[in-house]
């Protein structure tokens, strides 16, 4: 999901995506996350050419030419164009929860958020809205650019909007970069 198409989110539509968000399970019912909407212009511009120059640095990485080329033809983020930016931070110190879960695992709340994440995706797909996760990024660099408390981690830069061309096929499959495969490969038992 990284082509979008112009038509705005209506905002019930996100306020019900927050609101599906939230109801995602945590640990110790911390609720660690933490939202950021992008409302800035210049902010979304300084995140665009922030992960360009990632994207940039990523590509140089691949030794092979041939896989570094195919790389570079591919379209790794929409931060211009997606109606939706937030970004998800996880609190890593939230009160809430009472430490319930994560004496052992302080990771936890940080898999928490992404229970959140993944909760708003669906909801969204569910309205015909597609999301992509940006991960191309320093995080620090990203954490510094929006200005918040100290001892919230980035989790997840998110763009939301309608797709441009709808498909249940992901795209890194359609453009040849990586299939999906077999379940059977995945599964193990012991
Ligand atoms: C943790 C995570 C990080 C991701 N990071 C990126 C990324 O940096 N760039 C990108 O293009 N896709 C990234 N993706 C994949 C897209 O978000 C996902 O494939 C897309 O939203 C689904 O659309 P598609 O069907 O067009 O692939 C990431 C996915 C996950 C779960």
């Not at 609720?31 to 050419?49: D, I, K, M, N, S």
């Not at 930016?85 to 004496?103: M, Q, S």
């Not at 200005?147 to 453009?175: F, H, K």
Request: glycine fraction near 6%; proline fraction near 7%; aromatic fraction near 6%.
């Amino acid at each position: 999901m990284r082509h979008f198409a112009a038509q705005a989110i209506a905002p019930a539509d996100m306020a019900a995506l927050l609101e599906a968000a939230v109801l995602a399970p945590s640990v110790g019912n911390a609720q660690p996350w933490r939202f950021v909407r992008l409302r800035t212009p210049a902010l979304r511009e300084a995140l665009a050419g922030h992960v360009d120059a990632e994207n940039a640095r990523a590509a140089s990485g691949y030794a092979q030419e041939g896989r570094r080329e195919a790389y570079r033809a591919l379209k790794l983020h929409g931060l211009r164009e997606a109606p939706e930016l937030l970004a998800v931070f996880c609190d890593d110190h939230a009160t809430a929860g009472h430490g319930l879960g994560i004496a052992t695992m302080p990771e936890m709340l940080r898999y928490s958020c992404v229970t959140a994440i993944h909760t708003l995706w669906l909801a969204a797909r569910a309205r015909g809205i597609g999301l992509g996760w940006v991960s191309i990024l320093d995080p620090a660099a990203v954490t510094a650019l929006l200005d918040v408390p100290p001892d919230w981690t980035l989790i997840a830069l998110l763009c939301l909007g309608y797709p441009e061309t709808p498909s249940d096929t992901p795209e890194l499959e359609r453009r040849g970069w990586q299939t999906r495969e077999p379940l059977a490969d995945r599964l193990f038992e012991r």
